[in-house]
């Protein structure tokens, strides 16, 4: 099958051959087409249409993947947005808030993409239910913020989890000690796709089982996919009937991602009249986030351009502070009813990623994935709001972990705010070397977590652990070289150092 492969780029080097590339095509969906189908005859009876659904979603994305090539943007439409498309959060702030926020907040549902698993952080099962304040996972954050929501207006506003298979069995068994909390929890599943192999571009599983030799050959399709599986899980629908008009979406793994009034106030009472069908929240860029995709005005649309769709001489430019000053915190109000037409027009246009993987056999993959952001140019009267960066406080590494547990924040019915105390309001830069990267080493390598309010830069390599109440002030850095070891004595307070060499501290 790969000399289709190669066929098919040869074709693709030379002008005119494109009917030639047409057929090769063809033979190519044709090819992938059999394959779904074997695959497909393999699932048992109660999963025969759900999985039939997922492997038509895969082939239509299949089919845009063999029309599209190259990167995805002509660089020279790119523009910057006109003012009045990125509106500063002060600005919606101002407005205030009505008489009836409890039956505006009714009107809402929090949806929080919970599809990933905290293998990243040498944790097995969901990233959400990873500990992350006093015991507290970011399932149980979540909970508790809505929850108090709920209680202190009155309202019933719903949580919804997109899970994914990797994730949905672990999450389920725990959702059982929400019982009792005021707030309704739902879930929905996201499509399950599979990987395709690097040379013939034919899917690597041979049925639809995803355990044993098959546990790597499927894989969630990239947030991308909260629209045709919020729809096809019928809850879309059900929530519609219940009243509700909106949801705020955002990663579970973002602790500022909070539901904010003014902003949904903004959204259910529009200054001029004319409803916004999609909010994007984003928030000025630092030199930390110059990946991190940003709002361009693109044909006359918002649109959501991502380092992967940038043609290779402009990656610079992309990355520049200067030129694209913000960036998408992935924190998005979407109209429900609006999802729910453009899915039935099949109007929701989001650019492929290819990601690359290799499997635990060396065996060379691709996934194709979307993400959700990307849809803004497919709905009416979109808005970015630039929002305070506080709303942006993801954790995906033990580094911003040492932060949210430290006593840099306070924690209030689940939200967590910069303590009062610092008297700056930025967050210090922390880097922890290797020997942190896994939770279970994280927490052995701190007895407890060290005083930060006064802390602007840590760097952390080797090996090297921390005793009770230790204070960090200024730039702190300490390098313990291959071989040797660093104990940070109990009560120490570091300011402004630079520690290195070997300090054993043993129990006499």
């Keep these: 099958m790969s000399r289709y492969v190669q066929d098919l780029s040869k074709a693709m080097s030379q002008d005119g051959a494109s009917q030639f590339q047409e057929v090769i095509r063809q033979e190519l969906e044709l090819s992938v087409k059999k394959e779904l189908e074997k695959i497909l005859t393999t699932a048992p009876s109660h999963e025969f249409e759900h999985t039939k659904k997922d492997l038509d979603g895969f082939r239509k994305l299949f089919h845009r993947f063999l029309q599209e090539k190259g990167p995805s943007v002509d660089w020279g439409k790119i523009q910057r947005p006109p003012e009045d498309s990125i509106q500063p959060y002060e600005k919606i702030k101002a407005r205030g808030l009505p008489d009836n926020i409890s039956s505006v907040l009714n009107k809402l549902v929090v949806v929080k993409l919970n599809g990933g698993l905290g293998t990243s952080m040498g944790c097995k099962g969901p990233k959400s239910l990873i500990g992350v304040r006093n015991e507290n996972t970011f ?65 690597v599983a041979k049925d639809v089982s995803y355990s044993g030799e098959n546990t790597e050959a499927w894989y969630p399709p990239g947030h991308g996919d909260i629209y045709a599986s919020f729809y096809n899980s019928g809850l879309l629908d059900t929530l519609i009937g219940e009243g509700k008009e909106y949801i705020f979406v955002s990663n579970i793994d973002n602790l500022g991602a909070t539901v904010d009034l003014y902003i949904l106030n903004h959204l259910m009472n529009p200054p001029n009249g004319k409803p916004c069908e999609f909010v994007m929240e984003v928030t000025n860029k630092t030199r930390a986030d110059v990946k991190g995709g940003t709002l361009t005005q693109y044909e006359g649309k918002l649109r959501l351009v991502e380092i992967a769709q940038v043609p290779k001489a402009h990656v610079d430019e992309f990355k520049s502070v200067s030129k694209f000053k913000i960036f998408n915190t992935n924190n998005l ?57 506080s709303r942006f406080l993801p954790v995906k590494t033990t580094s911003d972990l040492l932060l949210v547990m430290s006593n840099l924040y306070s924690l209030n019915a689940g939200s967590l705010t910069m303590s009062e105390k610092r008297e700056f309001p930025t967050v210090p830069l922390v880097k922890l070397g290797s020997s942190f ?72």
């Design 139 to 203: 399932l149980d954050l979540t909970v508790q913020q809505i929850e108090h929501l709920n209680k202190t207006y009155n309202t019933d506003v719903p949580l919804v989890l997109m899970n994914s298979f990797n994730t949905d069995e672990d999450t389920k068994k725990i959702l059982q000690k929400y019982n009792h909390c005021r707030v309704k929890i739902y879930t929905f599943n996201q499509s399950r796709y599979p990987r395709i192999n690097k040379e013939s571009l034919l899917p």
């Design 333 to 389: 109000w979407i109209s429900l009813e609006a999802v729910k037409r453009l899915q039935e027009q099949n109007a929701i246009d989001m650019e492929i990623i290819v990601n690359p993987k290799t499997l635990d056999g060396g065996l060379n993959v691709i996934q194709l994935e979307t993400a959700v952001g990307a849809a803004i140019k497919s709905f009416e009267n979109s808005l970015g709001i630039n929002v305070p960066r």
């Design 437 to 508: 990267t896994k939770v279970q080493d994280y927490l052995r390598r701190f007895e407890s977590i060290p005083d930060m309010l006064e802390l602007d830069h840590l760097t952390v390599s080797g090996d090297v652990t921390f005793g009770k109440n230790v204070s960090l002030k200024g730039t702190v850095i300490i390098i313990a070289n291959h071989g040797d070891r660093i104990d940070i004595p109990p009560g120490a307070v570091l300011e402004n150092k630079i520690v290195s060499g070997n300090l054993r501290i043993l129990d006499h």
